[in-house]
């Protein structure tokens, strides 16, 4: 899977986890709400790492904690749909 369907999921996963909307995790995260909703919707092909800082910000978590998922392990990553 690409990368930037893993970081969705994983967005996904922490807001369900925590029953906020991606408007709350705007709000936390000082990203723009369009922004947060093109990450979700995979409509931009690739994520920054700036804007994985930030969203982990929003979600008071250490870079280290939003990677620390089984679907980010190599073989699970792919540069194909």
């Known amino acids: 899977m690409k990368i930037n ?10 807001l369900k ?4 909307t991606q408007y709350q995790l705007a709000q936390r995260s000082a990203l723009p709400l369009s922004t947060l909703s093109h990450i979700m919707r995979c409509k931009s092909h690739t994520v920054t790492l700036e804007s994985i800082l930030n969203i982990c910000r929003g979600f008071d978590i250490r870079l280290v904690d939003f990677f620390n998922d089984a679907q980010f392990e190599i073989e699970n990553i792919s540069d194909d749909d």
């Open 5 to 14: 369907k893993l970081v969705s999921l994983r967005m996904k996963e922490l």
């Open 17 to 20: 986890a925590r029953n906020w």
